[in-house]
């Protein structure tokens, strides 16, 4: 392998015509004071909107489909849910479920575009049956073909 050359990085972003424009003193300031305000929480409900949002899109959006991209991001925002506030742990539910339920039929509609996780997840692509010892599979009581990341 080649390794390609690495340029420094040039301590005077002025010096960089490409780059931002240098802060004033009295913006650097109001930056400051901006994420001295910025909550834990707001930065996760952005980021659970906009990786939900990504996962659809993987899903749904013919020449991006992507069920791997999807399938983690689905439980990555299942992970985050539990963490929000709950007004938005409750409003996130819902678009949850329908983008599990996008994923379930796309997995499910064409076996050849199920995701390929080489078979160490064990909840990847069983819309039609669960796997064996796949226990956070939830059954029949969420309806047959859902899809449910795994550790739920």
Partial sequence: MTEEPTVPPDPDPASDPQ???PLTPEEQEMLE????????????????????????????????????????????????????????????????????????ERAGGDPAEGPSSGGTDGAGGAADSPGPGSGPESGPE???GLWTPRGS
């Fill in 19 to 21: 780059g931002p424009p």
């Fill in 33 to 104: 004071q901006q994420m001295s305000q910025v909550r834990v929480e707001d930065l996760l409900t952005q980021t659970v909107a906009s990786v939900l949002n990504l996962s659809a899109r993987r899903i749904v959006k013919e020449d991006e489909v992507d069920l791997d991209q999807a399938r983690i991001g689905i439980e990555a925002v299942r992970a985050l849910v539990a963490l929000l506030p709950q007004e938005v742990a409750d409003a996130v539910k819902e678009p949850l479920s329908q983008v599990q339920m996008l994923y379930a």
């Fill in 142 to 144: 969420k309806g047959p």
